[in-house]
T-cell receptor, first 109, second 114 residues
């Protein structure tokens, strides 16, 4: 069946460092892959997405990389800030979103 | 522009009871999806409504049902509550279906079943 999973459940980084959050997916037919950020007490917030025919997409301080050969997705956050502390989910999309379990990002000041 | 809102924020029920959760879509959105998020896990797709019709369902039993109204607001109903139904229930709205469009999530309703 479909599944989207994450390699690391918790990631601790020093403020100002770069963060890399990884994700493995199994459904190679998905058209889009999305990263969401979820802060405590809130719903998931869209960060960035990438279409399956792309390898890389950049946003403000964030970059998503897609490796279809090994079905791997990563989110890179540059100059990580305390406000980046949250749970990060990757998801694959059709008319529904299939989420992974999440990675907790902790930013140390 | 008004974002996605959900009510109530928190809810406590006992086993066997029924519950109705409500969601108001973001302005202009005609598609609503519901997700269940257990503690420490990612959201799991329950079902989606597009222009008042169910448009896809996840692996949830029939006691999970929904409605979408002409103003595109939506309800999630759960009958015969079980302890494992305790979770955060998220509503997300988007514009048009079936192709991918960004889904905007509400803050969720925290349901506790005792």
């Amino acid at each position: 069946g479909e599944s989207v999973g994450l390699h690391l459940p918790t990631l601790s980084v020093q403020e100002g460092d770069n963060s890399i959050i990884n994700c493995a997916y199994s459904n190679s037919a998905s058209d889009y892959f999305i990263w969401y950020k979820q802060e405590s007490g809130k719903g998931p917030q869209f960060i960035i997405d990438i279409r399956s025919n792309m390898d890389k997409r950049q946003g403000q301080r964030v970059t998503v990389l897609l490796n279809k050969t090994v079905k791997h997705l990563s989110l890179q956050i540059a100059a990580t800030q305390p406000g980046d502390s949250a749970v990060y989910f990757c998801a694959e999309s059709g008319n529904k979103l299939v989420f992974g379990a999440g990675t907790i990002l902790r930013v140390k000041s | 522009e008004t974002g996605v809102t959900q009510s109530p924020t928190h809810l406590i029920k006992t086993r066997g009871q029924q519950v109705t959760l409500r969601c108001s879509s973001q302005s202009g959105h005609n598609t609503v999806s519901w997700y269940q998020q257990a503690l420490g896990q990612g959201p799991q797709f329950i079902f989606q409504y597009y222009r008042e019709e169910e448009n896809g369902r996840g692996n949830f039993p029939p006691r999970f049902s929904g409605l979408q109204f002409p103003n595109y607001s939506s309800e999630l109903n759960v009958n015969a509550l079980e302890l494992d139904d305790s979770a955060l229930y998220l509503c997300a709205s988007s514009l048009d279906d079936p192709s991918y469009n960004e889904q905007f999530f509400g803050p969720g309703t925290r349901l506790t079943v005792l």
